[in-house]
């Protein structure tokens, strides 16, 4: 169980009437020039509990700019690590690309060389379908000169 800790509130540490702070504030109750003593424990508290409360402080606050520091580091170390992770990525790909643009320009290449051949195939069809249009053609007159001497005949 927790005590009160104000004097005005707690019997154990003297706490007063309603009527005694206005008593006191006009001079009345008690020897005339005498003081009443500080009872709030705050005051006059002895030096160590001041210490052991800022130590306890302190090492709170060292603890939580510890944290704040820890987590900061795993920020940047997880960052690092997907900048290395990217960087490998991009190289390969780079890598990838480089290869492709090497086979697409050995590619064009060949292809340059073919196309003069490519042209001549061309002209080779060219004349293959006129040759074919004259072959049928004179398939239909030999069988025109057929049906002819056949009747003279």
Sequence with gaps: QRRARCPRHSPELGAESPAEPRARASGEGGAPGAERPATHPAVGAPEAR?????AALSAR?????????????????CLAEMNWAATGRYRTECERAATLNAANEKLMARHA?????????????????????TVLSLNEYTKRLE??????A
């Design 50 to 54: 001041l210490r052991e409360a800022s």
């Design 61 to 77: 606050l060292v603890e939580y700019a510890a944290a704040e520091v820890g987590v900061g580091a795993e920020s940047y170390r």
């Design 113 to 133: 060389a073919l196309q003069p051949l490519l042209m001549q195939v061309r002209d080779i069809e060219v004349h293959v379908a006129d040759l074919e249009r």
């Design 147 to 152: 049906h002819r001497y056949r009747a003279l």
